[in-house]
């Protein structure tokens, strides 16, 4: 079975609000990413967040973790019609290079 | 630009060819992976190399077929495909497991062989 599912699986949003997206999963972790994939192309790393860590900021990113709960979230703030992809947490365990994606969450951005 | 080159971008095929797609990285990793997307299905991880050993085989079919030369180059050969075969072929790269770093867990992904199976 899958580590991470997200939810929403889609997101729909006005040009300059927030988009909140959330992950759970199963197992301990070592750490927990997330990545964004536009239309048919590949994924690109957004943020890294470790299992001892519980909120990173990247720009207008804010990755949340509680390993009490197996949850992350995503905080997109002031979202740009540019923001429209889908995004995915991943989860790496403490051993090995493997990742395990979720299923994502598609966000649309209007402007 | 991500530094990791997958070719051909499309590809159609019929069930009794045979194609490979290619996937080449410029980063100096050792570790390539090979993931297959479908519509409405999460990433699904097929094989992974490391330090050009094949160190993951994800009870993929024997109609896949990998080969990784060197860490550099990562190839997937295909043979008496099925329709349900067609989806976005995934390519990536990491830093080695051996690197022992977080750097080994970020992994940097190709723009993806869209393949049809007729």
């Known amino acids: 079975s899958q580590q991470g599912e997200e939810d929403p699986q889609a997101l729909s949003i006005q040009e300059g609000e927030n988009a909140t997206m959330n992950c759970s999963y199963k197992?301990?972790?070592?750490?927990l990413q997330w990545y964004r994939q536009n239309s048919g192309r590949g994924l690109v790393h957004l943020i890294l967040?470790?299992?001892?860590?519980r909120e990173k900021h990247s720009g207008r990113l804010r990755v949340t973790l509680d390993t009490s709960k197996k949850s992350s979230s995503l905080l997109i703030t002031a979202s740009r019609a540019a923001d429209t992809a889908s995004y995915f947490c991943?989860?790496?365990?403490?051993?090995?290079?493997?990742?395990?994606f979720g299923a994502g969450t598609i966000l649309r951005v209007k402007s | 630009e991500t530094g990791v080159t997958q070719t051909p971008r499309h590809l159609v095929m019929g069930m009794t060819n045979k194609k490979s797609l290619k996937c080449e990285q410029h980063l100096g990793h050792n570790a390539m992976y090979w993931y297959k997307q479908s519509a409405k299905k999460p990433l699904e991880l097929m094989f992974v190399y490391n330090f050009k050993e094949q160190t993951e085989n994800n009870s993929v079919p024997s109609r896949f077929s990998p080969e990784c030369p060197n860490s550099s180059h990562l190839f997937l050969h295909l043979h008496t495909l099925q329709p349900e075969d067609s989806a976005l072929y995934l390519c990536?790269?990491?830093?080695?497991?051996?690197?022992?770093?977080?750097?080994?867990?970020?992994?940097?992904f190709g723009a993806g062989t869209r393949l049809s199976v007729l």
């Open positions: 990536a790269s990491s830093q080695g497991e051996a690197s022992g770093s977080l750097a080994k867990n970020i992994q940097y």
């Open positions: 967040i470790r299992s001892n860590e």
């Open positions: 197992t301990s972790i070592n750490n």
């Open positions: 991943a989860t790496a365990m403490e051993y090995g290079n493997k990742l395990v």
